[in-house]
């Protein structure tokens, strides 16, 4: 007797991730209560199962929901505002002080829709953010029906949202015991960066950290002045600094880690730590080249980010597994760097381990949540296709992708978002467009 399901979807192509490497043909994935409940050849599910829905994706790859390890959603309505410049000084005369102005529950709710629209058609079905006003950004990402890790965003100096550190920490958490009850929210530790954030808070956040279980979210060695700087305030290289604070350890994401040296790597890998690998920025913002084979070849795990709209400019992890890809090989000089499977890791697997939610998601396995997307691959300009991890890292963009699912619902399909009419996005971003005063 077949077991009634929710769906089963069918594709030319699976790639699972797990196991590592494997390209799966007419096969199907079986869904139910939101949940992968096989992975199969596809005959073999016709006879197993009677779905409720099935869909049939003839020239199609189908893969995990991609992970943004790193972004600032709601500066999506800074997008192209403070291009062109180096990173001290587009945060200090621009970004800042427009935050200052603008920044509120409104601003970060609407740029946070705008952002998970884009990410959403993009593949990407969790994102891992750092901003103010979380609730904000929480409600946006529930409304998408999107899954979201919100930063507990921490900084020495006062805004309109906090006071001081430790107002930051308390509204943060206010946060986090409000949607506990939420699937599809989770929470991190986020002090900003070394430069912002002192060591007393620093300890604080370690403490918290072990306490609630929480990973640590944090910039560091993104440039060379901030290395510089923070010698000559401290005595020692940020992530040293780091280290005798307590902050290392496999909870700690260090985000853009362009800068380090060969005994650096070797302790962020003896450590456990993750990275969240942001080429795109990096290059933007010519913060420089991160040392990805190096990182590789120890076994650190590393995952990608778009970073914010407002130094990148897209949320696009099709283009950030390109550039990954791209830059490894021409910075190492080694052309069998980084390949396809393993990019592909990068943006599925590795950043959901980063975070914590390696049994979650990051891979079509039985008992996993199914967040996935479909990417289609029937353009001319596509074909032909002899290899579709290869196709995925050099050749399509996200505007290949057709159909989005998050815990089995679907988000996007045919390429239209299912929570939200682009009417509505349209205006949101023309009224923001009107009334910030540049």
Known sequence: MPQSIDTLIEARWIIPVEPHGVTLEQHAVAVDAGRIVALLPAEQAHA?????????????????????????????????YADD??????????????????????????????ACAEMLRGGITCFNDMYFHPQATAEAALRMGMRAVLGILTVEFPTAYAADADDYLTKGLAVRNTLCDEPLISFCMAPHAPYSVSDKTFERIATLAAQLDLPIHIHIHETQAEIHDGLKQYGVRPLERLHRLGLLGPNLIVVHAVHLE??????????????????????????????????????????LGSDGAACNNRLDLFREMNHAALLAKAASGDASVLD?????RMATLDGAAALGLERQIGSLVEGKQADLCAVRLDDPSLLPCFNPASHLIHVVGREHVSHVWVAGKACVTEGRLQAVEAAELLDIANMWHNKLDF
């Not at 396809?340 to 592909?344: D, G, M, N, Q, R």
């Open 48 to 80: 197993r199962f009677l779905p409720r829905h099935t869909l049939r994706l003839q020239q199609h790859v189908l893969l995990p929901g991609l992970i943004n390890l790193h972004t600032h959603a709601a500066m999506s309505l800074l997008r192209g």
């Open 340 to 344: 396809a499977h393993t990019v592909l």
């Open 85 to 114: 410049m180096v990173l001290m000084d587009w945060l200090k005369q621009r970004i800042w002080p427009a935050e200052a102005r603008h920044v509120s529950a409104d601003f970060v709710y609407d740029g946070a829709l705008l």
């Open 262 to 303: 060969p005994g650096e790597v070797d302790l962020l890998a003896n450590q456990g730590c993750a990275i969240a690998h942001c080429p795109t920025s990096n290059m933007k913002l010519a913060s420089g080249i991160a040392p990805i084979a190096a990182m590789s070849r120890r076994g650190l795990r590393i995952g």
